[in-house]
């Protein structure tokens, strides 16, 4: 009977340990945000699951760049008893995007996929702004354990009273419970 010696052991522990987590699915967004003649790519995002008030929500942000977790899960830190909501999360990105880490879209979806609340973060502070709801078009396919669909602006460019803007991305990002 052959013996393992103890190197091939820890290889072999090693190489079970590590298989969940090389067959974890990676985040993919692809895309664009434009904001009059700034265009940003979309390679990047997140989403968080959460009950709010209002009932259960996911929070998107799609973006250019990673979120940076570290000061995302400080901006969002909330005390015993607080209630979640969108804005938490929408404005822990939207800081980012103030401090330059990262551009792009976030929004919030309700149970029926219904957009709750969205903005640009394109061009910097004071350059972030919101169209409405009414002006997307947004298919989900799933929402748990992974929002996959796709958000894209009604026409390629909508006329905001002289901002002009358009959104076309799809996505498969893992959502993250937060409780």
Request: net charge positive; aromatic share 8%; hydrophobic share 45%.
């Amino acid at each position: 009977m052959a013996r393992f010696s103890s190197w091939g052991l820890a290889v072999a522990i090693a190489a079970v340990a590590l298989t969940p987590v090389m067959w974890a699915q990676a985040d993919t967004v692809q895309g664009t945000a434009t904001v009059g003649t700034t265009k940003v790519t979309l390679t990047s995002g997140m989403a968080v699951s959460y009950t709010a008030p209002n009932g259960r929500l996911i929070s998107v942000v799609l973006s250019d760049k990673p979120v940076d977790r570290q000061a995302f899960a400080a901006d969002t830190k909330t005390g015993a008893g607080e209630p979640l909501v969108a804005g938490l999360f929408e404005g822990a990105w939207k800081s980012q995007h103030l401090g330059k880490t990262l551009s792009g879209f976030t929004f919030s979806i309700g149970a029926k996929a219904n957009i709750i609340s969205e903005e640009f973060l394109v061009g910097g502070r004071n350059n972030t702004f919101s169209l409405g709801g009414d002006e997307y078009v947004v298919l989900v396919k799933s929402t748990s354990p992974r929002l996959v669909g796709r958000i894209r602006t009604k026409t390629p460019t909508v006329d905001a009273g002289g901002r002009k803007a358009g959104l076309d991305a799809t996505f498969d990002l893992a959502v993250a419970p937060r409780q």
